[in-house]
């Protein structure tokens, strides 16, 4: 279960999310038709070694990501990474030359991504979790200017991002790309409001998000996981998420001037050729209210 200044490191608590998803996407880039290639997903993985090298070596048959579920969470982290680097490539093409990744973990896009001349890229994450991508990722040289801040989503980031030089009057791309469950519904409002007091006219963001499940199916949920009864994830999950929502991303951000769209995850499947959950399964559950939110400011 979560507390208000709870703290991870890389394979403990919400910072083992990020390891998680960075293996769904080295398993996509294993595929003779990836839908987003990630090379650095695999050097992450590899540095933490163990069932997270073995399972891209095909040696743990019993890993999570290998059940019928990750199958589909695989499908998900591709599509996902895909809406997500599209975004960014439309940003940059309108003339955005700063990004803040918001709870960046082992996205690897300031690497990995073909940024314009002068772009600056900020890191955002708790600071273990930036330590051991530094560690993991010695020599090789970023595509922009990065910056790492080591900071909490639930303090003043804003300050920090600040501290490290970014520039309120230039226009800004944003990423929350599987943060909002993992943050109250107060942090998440707090988000938002940092993210529109920050963005100069021109600013684009982009959000993942979940319509919260019903609270008794949920603590039912969190109850089999610490039974020990089933997790699709293969560790806890049910007990790192809040499961709130206070408004959804478009209506926020729509009243306050930004033009936003909004594609559920399952049309963006099926736009890739992918197969969508059935509804009956835990993906199927899951995919149901996921929604990948992208809008501009006016
Ligand atoms: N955005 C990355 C991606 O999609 O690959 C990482 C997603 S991972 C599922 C969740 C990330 O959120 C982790 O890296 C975790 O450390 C970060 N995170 C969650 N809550 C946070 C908080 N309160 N402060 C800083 N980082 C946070």
């Known amino acids: 279960m979560r507390t208000d200044n709870d703290t991870w490191d890389i394979t403990t608590s919400v910072g083992s999310t990020a390891l998680f998803v960075a293996a769904a996407r080295a398993l996509e880039a294993q595929k003779p038709d990836p839908v987003a290639v990630d090379p650095f997903a695999e050097i992450f993985c590899r540095a933490v070694g163990g069932q997270w090298a073995d399972l891209l070596d095909g040696a743990a048959p019993e890993h999570a990501l290998k059940s019928e579920f990750g199958a ?6 591709g599509v996902r990474t895909r809406y997500f680097d599209t975004y960014f490539s439309r940003a940059a093409t309108a003339g955005v030359r700063q990004i803040v990744l918001l709870a960046a973990g082992l996205d690897s896009r300031a690497y990995r991504l073909d940024w ?10 708790q600071p273990q979790v930036l330590d051991f991508k530094r560690a993991a990722l010695a020599g090789v040289r970023p595509t922009a200017e990065r910056r790492a801040v080591a900071v909490d989503l639930r303090d003043d980031w804003p300050r920090a991002l600040l501290e490290h030089g970014f520039d309120p009057s230039s226009p800004t791309a944003w990423i929350a790309e599987g943060l909002l469950i993992y943050l109250p519904a107060t942090a998440q409002v707090a988000l938002f409001a940092g993210i529109d007091a920050l963005s100069a006219s021109g600013s684009h963001v982009a959000v993942e998000e979940s319509v919260p499940m019903d609270p008794e199916e949920f603590t039912a949920r969190q109850q089999e996981e610490e039974r020990g009864d089933s997790s699709a994830h293969g560790g806890p999950f049910f007990q790192l998420v809040y499961n709130e929502q206070d408004e959804p991303a478009a209506q926020w951000f729509g009243v306050r001037g930004w033009r936003s769209e909004v594609t559920p995850l399952s049309d963006y499947l099926r736009a890739l050729g992918r197969p969508v959950p059935s509804p009956k399964s835990d993906a199927g559950t899951m995919t149901s209210t996921i929604s990948l939110v992208g809008a501009i400011k006016g």
Not at 116 to 125: Q, R
């Open 116 to 125: 314009p001349d002068k772009t600056v890229v900020f890191e955002l994450d």
């Open 72 to 77: 589909d969470f695989v499908n998900f982290q």
